[in-house]
């Protein structure tokens, strides 16, 4: 059922996204009296799972879900259908179309896309405002495993900036620190900058990112499971761990650090509880977790928005998004890091759905992932909307069009490309599932 849950997630946010962007093309098609002779949501190779011919044009829905399409009359296109090209052009084809009608037909979807995210990320602001944990507010520092060590952190840096910009949340920082070259900290009151290595990245990578960066708080207990070992034991919510077998205990870590390396050894317990010192006494468990959580809550803060200032706080959001997926490409382009790797089609898009149906990650997603479809279109590559633009931007500079040879030429080009990209997408994602069973 999980597994189901996730399915149809992903198919519900690809079919959203397809038909929004397929519209962004079509409208403007059929306003400037151009002909559109298919619009299908997913392809259709050979077959169609439905099809249904409205006026001049079919629509329907094809049985592969990795994307969409319209087809314009007089437009040479990833079909490659030349035979109407040889004709005389009619009217109502793309081809008979001033440049900048053109232009705007196929800036259509990648703009659709664009504004699409921009009005989900101003209504989640607008109903939820924006809650996070400030990078000022992690005041004892921060906490990193063996991954974080190796680019150089420490638990208990304070990070002050990411190539010399200060980031404002500490959820960003992971991310931020992926995407920069340095890293500044204070250290013990010292305040130092150093680089951040490829194969720190490669690192991070692979591992996801899991329990690679967190931050340091204070060892006063939230919640204590009921039934565990430390309930067991005494220990209550609110209780603050002063000490461990006479080890001084300052920090959350501390105590953590304690009990995952005591399985099945004895402990001795100092907690402070109003005002007073108690001594509890327990077993630890074969799986080093005694049952307590820490409270964090009181770290975080949410930004509240009216709507009219919700709009541009939306806009900046979609920029910051879109600026992230960009400066992805330049870990891509470091061989040391190995992202390629960690690229996800959608086998593994479909695993990051969760297994039950939640509307936050879903608007959420799919903001992100309508950004990512107009910034990929945008690409200058034959077969992608971008490659599209690059030949209408030569022609309205030029005053000519490139010639037919030379559009279909960059159309069987771009169709190569993209199908490498595929390959490697396709790739990874059933390594991943082949290693998980080695």
Do not use: C
């Not at 919640?223 to 034991?233: F, N, Y």
């Not at 000490?243 to 001795?268: C, P």
């Not at 960009?326 to 759905?353: C, D, H, N, R, W």
């Amino acid at each position: 059922m999980a597994l189901l849950t996730q399915i149809l997630t992903f198919i519900l946010i690809i079919s959203i996204l397809v038909i929004l962007h397929e519209l962004g093309h079509f409208i403007p098609a059929k306003y400037f009296k151009t002909k559109v002779e298919k619009f299908y949501l997913f392809f259709d190779v050979k077959f169609s799972l439905f099809k249904k011919k409205i006026g001049d044009t079919e629509y329907g829905i094809g049985w592969l879900p990795l994307g969409g399409y319209v087809k314009i009359a007089g437009m040479i296109d990833e079909s490659m259908d030349t035979e109407q090209m040889k004709e005389e052009p009619k009217p109502w084809e793309f081809r008979s179309k001033p440049a900048w009608q053109r232009l705007i037909i196929m800036m259509g979807g990648v703009t659709v896309n664009f504004f699409l995210a921009w009005i989900i990320y101003t209504m989640l602001l607008f109903n939820n405002g924006d809650s996070y944990i400030p990078a000022d507010n992690v005041k004892y520092g921060i906490q990193v495993d063996s991954t974080g060590e190796k680019i150089g952190l420490r638990t208990g840096d304070k990070i002050l900036a990411i190539d010399g910009i200060k980031t404002k949340k500490f959820d960003d920082a992971v991310m931020d620190i992926l995407l920069g070259d340095n890293i500044t900290v204070d250290r013990n009151g010292q305040k130092i900058t150093f680089p951040i290595p490829d194969e720190g990245i490669k690192d991070i990578l692979g591992s996801k990112g899991k329990r690679f960066l967190s931050y340091r708080t204070i060892p006063v207990l939230e919640e204590v499971t009921s039934g565990k070992v430390a309930e067991k034991a005494g220990i209550l919510p609110g209780d603050k761990i002063t000490s461990v077998n006479g080890i001084e205990i300052n920090y959350w870590d501390e105590f953590t650090g304690i009990i995952k390396s005591s399985a099945n050894k004895e402990l001795s317990i100092q907690v402070l509880r109003n005002g007073s010192t108690k001594e509890l006494n327990l077993t630890v468990p074969e799986e080093a977790r005694i049952g307590v959580e820490v409270n964090t809550q009181d770290l975080i803060v949410t930004d509240e928005y009216s709507f009219l200032a919700a709009i541009p706080a939306g806009f900046n959001e979609t920029i910051n998004v879109l600026t992230k997926q960009i400066k992805q490409f330049k870990i891509l382009a470091k061989p040391k890091t190995e992202a390629y790797k960690s690229i996800k089609g959608p086998i593994g898009i479909v695993e990051m759905m969760p297994e039950e149906f939640d509307w936050s990650f879903f608007w959420s997603f799919l903001a992100m992932f309508s950004v990512w479809l107009a910034f990929v279109n945008l690409l200058p590559i034959p077969a992608l909307d971008g490659g599209h633009v690059m030949f209408l931007l030569y022609e309205i500079i030029s005053g000519r069009p490139p010639s037919e040879k030379v559009l279909e030429r960059g159309q069987i080009v771009g169709f190569v490309i993209i199908m490498g990209l595929m390959v490697v997408v396709f790739g990874n994602d059933i390594w991943n599932i082949i290693k998980r069973f080695i």
